[in-house]
Nanobody
């Protein structure tokens, strides 16, 4: 089955940077499936609902939540079957578990298990 595995989370001070990575495996590793999928990053802070952070389409079009616009950059590498989230100017309110998400062209949805990002004040 398809699997997404996040990495790169950790503890960082306010104003610092982290780069999250998401590696695809299993059925979604197929180049034709991965390259035609919309990829996204979500996050969920304690006591809050999961929120969409950024998306990147199969064509490379990106969208960002207003609160991360200008600070975060989502990117993808279809050869490596990877998606990334570069996070700069991190703030304590960015503290959350960050989840990688994939939506295939045939409408299947896959989630990673999450990676913790903690920004100290």
């Amino acid at each position: 089955q398809a699997q997404l595995v996040e990495s790169g989370g950790g503890l960082v001070q306010t104003g610092g940077s982290l780069k999250l990575s998401c590696a695809a495996s299993g059925s979604i590793y197929s180049i034709s499936i991965f390259s035609s999928s919309t990829m996204a990053w979500y996050r969920q802070a304690p006591g809050k609902q999961r929120e969409l952070v950024a998306t990147i389409s199969s064509g490379g079009s990106t969208n960002y939540a207003d609160v991360v616009q200008g600070r975060f950059t989502i990117s993808r590498d279809n050869v490596k079957r990877m998606v990334y989230l570069q996070m700069n100017s991190l703030q304590p309110e960015d503290t959350a578990v960050y989840y990688c998400n994939a939506k295939t062209h045939y409408a299947a949805i896959y989630w990673g298990q999450g990676t913790q990002v903690t920004v100290s004040s």
